[in-house]
């Protein structure tokens, strides 16, 4: 049996929760894919993005956290390896969604930012673990 530090299964079982979040997102995404309420394109298409991305970071998040629990990792390394992907999940779809808000939107507003921070922890996460599965 797999035995997670009691920060790390905490951490999972509020991961597991938040799907029903994405999935409450799945449902405002078929609302927006449906109806013709004045979304553009471009809204259509990073609302579609930001919910996916959601799901399948969750998803790879969860894995990354199991996974560094096969490391040697210590401090900010560690939490790196384990939370980095799932922090990037956060900020990435809510990068998506913020800069597709406001009315007609057609090209990303400032919200882009968070997008951008996100693939940071992204790429921290998955490098940071990637050395300590090699090293461990």
């Not at 530090?5 to 927006?32: H, K, M, N, Q, Y």
């Not at 553009?40 to 930001?50: K, L, S």
């Not at 959601?54 to 490391?71: I, K, P, Y």
């Amino acid at each position: 049996m797999l035995e997670l530090t009691d920060p790390a299964r905490i951490t999972a079982a509020v991961v597991l929760l938040t799907v029903v979040g994405i999935e409450s997102g799945g449902v405002f995404l078929l609302r927006v894919l449906r109806s013709d309420q004045g979304f553009t394109p471009f809204q259509r298409a990073f609302f579609r993005a930001g919910h996916a991305h959601a799901g399948v970071l969750v998803t790879l998040g969860l894995v990354c956290l199991l996974l560094s629990h096969a490391t040697r990792l210590e401090g900010f390394a560690a939490w790196l390896a384990s939370s980095g992907v799932l922090v990037a999940a956060a900020l990435m779809s809510g990068g998506f969604f913020a800069a597709a808000a406001g009315s007609g939107r057609t090209t990303p507003g400032r919200g882009i930012a968070l997008l951008w921070l996100g693939a940071g922890f992204l790429a921290a996460g998955v490098l940071t673990l990637a050395v300590g599965l090699l090293t461990a």
